[in-house]
């Protein structure tokens, strides 16, 4: 029973995230990358709607007893360190964790080679050649499950759900509002003829891109206890496929999101095998992905771990490894993209 649990509930809610992923073209590999190189906060927005989404809902259902929050202990340099080489190693890969996987099942080979790169790298510092380093990152740990507002309490849920009404006037003050001032006389707020086109083959809005990641990210929780995560899953296949081990939910997560954003390529006719042109170009992303896995073990999780279920939580350990997962992503595309133009 507990293994058809975990097969039908982490493929449907798999395949729900994976085909939004695709539709809202949502990686925050872009959304942190874009924002220097492009000067584009469109999926930055995403992510942040995402966390507010996330904060109402953990809040909500953790307050009525649905849910046990579970905010990490801070393991500041592990937090550093995880933190920054996985921001590096996800420009290197051109995408992060879900990114990687969603692009898996649009036939982008070179996320495969990545997602490969994600697992060995990961497996290498659980279990491998890597593991007395990330040991050595994780030696200093400070309090045991430290919020913002310190070690975790009933109060927090009360906090989250305070952060994330606040949050969610101010986006709509800053954002919401003036789009809403720029429509064009008599367009309606939200357009209901033609739905099936505009849910199945039209790219989402960043806005609703973040409300139904933030939806799914919450149900996740509820379903099993826990919030999603990426690379766990990549190791949980590996596992099966090299020990025979049972897969477990994490690892039906990731099928799922292979086949949700397979079926929404299919649908849009997007989906197209793609292999990069230079050899140079897999090598390095090959690279990225080792960066990942190494910085996602070392950090107790990777951008999805941390950023969407440890931060909602207040955990500040998520919350500086999530800030530097975005200062890494700065770096590597600095260095890879804008040194020359200086």
Not at 148 to 156: K, N, S
Request: charged share 10%; with cysteine.
């Amino acid at each position: 029973m507990e293994f058809m649990y975990a097969l039908i509930g982490g493929l449907i809610v798999g395949a729900l995230f994976g085909f939004v992923l695709q539709r809202g073209r949502f990686c925050m590999n872009s959304a942190f990358r874009d924002i220097i190189l492009l000067k584009e906060f469109k999926l930055a927005k995403a992510v942040v709607i995402a966390l507010i989404t996330l904060m109402i809902g953990f809040a909500i259902f953790a307050m009525a007893g649905v849910i046990a929050l579970d905010p990490k202990p801070l393991k500041i340099w592990g937090a550093v360190v995880g933190g920054l080489v996985f921001g590096i190693g996800m420009v290197l890969a051109a995408g992060c964790a879900s990114g990687t996987t969603y692009r898996v099942g649009e036939g982008m080979m070179g996320s495969v080679v990545a997602g490969f790169g994600l697992t060995l790298g990961a497996l290498m510092t659980k279990f491998g050649v890597l593991n007395d380093a990330m040991k050595f990152l994780q030696t200093t740990v400070i309090g045991t499950k430290l919020t913002l507002f310190g070690e975790f309490g009933e109060l927090t849920p009360i906090f989250m759900l305070i952060l994330g009404i606040v949050g969610a006037a101010l986006t709509f003050y800053f954002w919401g509002l003036p789009a809403l001032k720029n429509r064009k006389e008599g367009e309606p707020l939200i357009k209901f003829d033609n739905a099936v086109e505009s849910i199945f083959k039209k790219a989402y809005p960043w806005w609703v891109t973040g409300i139904v990641i933030g939806i799914i990210g919450t149900a996740a929780y509820v379903v099993a206890n826990g919030v999603l995560g990426i690379t766990g899953g990549w190791m949980d296949l590996s596992l099966w496929l090299t020990t025979a081990d049972p897969v477990a939910w994490a690892g039906f997560i990731i099928v799922g999101i292979i086949l949700g954003a397979f079926l929404g390529a299919i649908i849009s006719g997007e989906f197209k095998i793609r292999v990069p042109k230079d050899g140079l170009t897999l090598l390095k992303q090959l690279i990225g992905g080792i960066l990942m896995g190494f910085g996602a073990v070392t950090a107790m999780g990777c951008n999805i771990t941390n950023i969407l279920g440890g931060v909602p939580q207040l955990s500040l350990h998520s919350i500086i490894t999530g800030a530097c997962i975005m200062f890494g992503s700065w770096i590597m595309a600095y260095l890879l993209f804008m040194r020359d133009s200086d």
